[in-house]
Every structure is written in C-alpha cells, then in structure tokens.
C-alpha cells in the first residue's frame, strides 16, 4: 500500500542541525509533491514547505527560508527535510505528506520527534 | 498569507448528534483546494475532505464539506464515539499552504 515511513525521533541541542527522512513506497515518488508540516506540543498544523521529486524544485515558507533544506534522493524513493540552528521552540513533531494538487495531503508519514533541549 | 479561523475551539456533543463545524478564511479560497483533516491523539492528521467538499477514500458518508468564498463547513451527520478528536482545515490554493488552528470535539 501508498505509504510514508520517517526516520526515528532526535534529540538535539540548541544550535545543531537535524535531518529527517521520509521513504516512499506503492506509489511512484516522482509523481508526487512531498510536503513537510511541523506540529509542537499541543499546537495545530504549520506548512513549511515543498519539494518536486521530479526535479528537486523547492518551495520553503517565508519564515523558515535560510534555515531549512529540503532534498530528495530518486534512486530509493526517499525525500529529507534538514532544519539548521535548532532553538528550543522548534521542539515539534514533524511530518511529511504526500501532496496532490486535486486532494491536497492525502499519506501522511507517521511523524519524528524532534526535542531541542540544553 | 491565507489566515483561516475555527470560530470554535471546543463543541461539545453527544454521540448521535449532527456536528458543524465552520472555517473562514481572511480572503476568498478556491473551493477546488480547500480540505478538512482529522486527527486523533499520537496521530498523523488524515484527509476527510478534499475540493470543500469530496471525501477522501474511505471516509464515511456521514462526512461532509461545503462553503466556497471565505466561508467552509464540516458537517458529521451523526457522531460516533470515534469521531471525538480534532479537526483542521486548510487551503491549499494559494502558498504559503495553511491550516486553521483546529476545533476539539469532545464528548458532552
């Protein structure tokens, strides 16, 4: 079956770097957009961006631009989403989804756990 | 920047009762890219409802979307014990892609 499959939970200290994985598998990974949301505790849904399998296109949100990378590898169905200078508010759980123009998020990967702490 | 408002950020209802649940965007959304997203406790958030209004696979019939402009409805016809959770909407016309910031349904 279509399904996303993130790398497991980080723990980071402040000012580190941390990179996620997300593998695709039942689908073709180049047919589809992959999307990145984060979620902290207890708080609602934040986009942070896109990225074209196809052809590596990006598309970041405004305020994490400089700070976040997202990149994919075509030769084992697998995008990576590589978020610089941890500070402790981006504490969350992140998720990649997997994006059609017609049905928006329709896979969603089971989240990683993020926790930036000193 | 698309904001989208829940009004509510808690309903309380009783299983078997009807739920709608509102959505308003600061500006006109296209309804084509308009969806509603459910989410249960440790859980990825799943798509009910794409394009305001078609469910996605699987979703139950007692799911459904409507509204177009600035104003989008959830409705669940008749509430199950599953249903108690948290919803989302969100626009997807229009970058940066976002999401309202969720109404809790709990068990009256």
């Known amino acids: 079956q279509v399904q996303l499959v993130q790398s497991g939970a980080e723990v980071k200290k402040p000012g580190a770097s941390v990179r996620i994985s997300c593998k695709a598998s039942?689908?073709?990974?180049?047919?589809?957009?992959i999307h990145w949301v984060r979620q902290g505790p207890g708080q609602g849904l934040e986009w942070m961006g896109w990225i074209v399998p196809k052809s590596g296109d990006t598309n970041y949100a405004q305020k994490l631009k400089g700070w976040v990378t997202m990149t994919r590898d075509t030769s084992i169905s697998t995008a990576y989403m590589e978020l610089n200078r941890l500070k402790s508010d981006d504490t969350a759980t992140y998720y990649c989804?997997?994006?059609?123009?017609?049905?928006?998020?329709?896979?969603w990967g089971q989240g990683t756990t993020v926790t930036v702490s000193s | 920047e698309i904001v989208l408002t829940q009004s509510l950020g808690t309903l309380s209802l009783s299983p078997g009762e009807r739920a709608t649940l509102s959505c308003r965007a600061s500006?006109?959304?296209?309804?084509?890219?308009f969806a509603w997203y459910q989410q249960n406790p440790g859980q990825a958030p799943r798509l009910l409802i794409y394009g305001a209004s078609s469910r996605a696979a699987g979703i139950p019939d007692r799911f459904s979307g409507s509204g177009s402009g600035t104003d989008f409805t959830l409705t669940i016809s008749r509430l199950e014990p599953e249903d108690f959770t948290v919803y989302y909407c969100q626009q997807y016309g229009s970058s940066p892609i976002t999401f309202g910031q969720g109404t809790r349904l709990e068990i009256k």
């Open positions: 500006q006109s959304v296209n309804s084509n890219y």
């Open positions: 989804a997997r994006g059609d123009v017609v049905y928006s998020l329709d896979v």
């Open positions: 039942g689908y073709t990974f180049t047919d589809s957009y």
